[in-house]
């Protein structure tokens, strides 16, 4: 599978604290992006980091990307309980598609 | 901007039906329209790509003749789940782009929850 891994799996924190989810991927990429998914719904874009960047921050998110170990984290800080969702992130290449990481669902607890 | 709206959003029907899901790119145009699936908290799986006039790309171990893609213009992509089956129940989540050079992101719709009885 082409697929990529998340890791953890699941993770539940207090309202206030921050949350940490990590991704690895498997080829070459132009990109890597993080998505966000609410049950039952599409996915909502949250950031895009490209390859030749480490380090990149949008509000309370805050993504690193190291092409050397072929992975990336997504920080949350001072998590909010309208942050629980599902976490994806994803590849892309250079077929343009994108290779969805096996997520990470997010509760935050109020 | 760069809404996608993706109709219906819940399809319950009988097996042997076939089903239609449109994917439509509200205020951009979309050169490349993307396929999905997702089992329940599984990751998305692409299954197939689509470019405005021209014939779908499949993935591995996806039969294009059960799952017919139509992207007839820059603004509409039809999914089409034939002679549907209960091992066909799925969410399918369409996303689509425009041509814009590497480094934009693609722009997902709801999805749609088949349930095939």
């Known amino acids: 599978s082409q697929q990529g891994e998340e890791d953890p799996q699941a993770l539940s924190i207090q309202e206030g604290e921050n949350a940490t989810m990590n991704c690895s991927y498997k080829?070459?990429?132009?990109?890597l992006q993080w998505y966000r998914q609410n049950s039952g719904r599409g996915l909502v874009h949250l950031i895009l980091?490209?390859?030749?960047?480490r380090e990149k921050h949008s509000g309370r998110l805050r993504v690193t990307l190291d092409t050397s170990k072929k992975s990336s984290s997504l920080l949350i800080t001072a998590s909010r309980a309208a942050d629980t969702a599902s976490y994806f992130c994803?590849?892309?290449?250079?077929?343009?598609?994108?290779?969805f990481g096996s997520g990470t669902q997010l509760t935050v607890l109020p | 901007g760069a809404v996608v709206s993706q109709h219906p959003s819940w399809v319950i029907c009988k097996s042997g039906t076939s089903v239609k899901i449109e994917c439509r790119s509200l205020?951009?145009?979309?050169?490349?329209m993307f396929w999905y699936r997702q089992f329940p908290k599984q990751s998305l799986m692409l299954m197939a790509t689509?470019?405005?006039?021209?014939?779908?790309?499949?993935e591995q171990g996806v039969e294009k003749d059960k799952f017919l893609i139509n992207h007839a213009s820059l603004t509409l992509s039809t999914l089409t789940v034939t002679s549907a089956h209960p091992e066909d129940s799925s969410f399918y989540i369409c996303?689509?782009?425009?041509?814009?050079?590497?480094?934009?992101?693609?722009?997902f719709g709801d999805g749609t929850r088949l349930s095939i009885l």
């Open positions: 205020d951009f145009q979309a050169t490349t």
């Open positions: 994803a590849a892309s290449g250079s077929a343009r598609q994108l290779t």
């Open positions: 996303s689509a782009r425009d041509g814009a050079p590497h480094g934009q992101p693609q722009h």
């Open positions: 689509s470019n405005e006039g021209s014939k779908a790309t499949y």
């Open positions: 980091i490209r390859s030749n960047e």
């Open positions: 080829t070459s990429i132009n990109n």
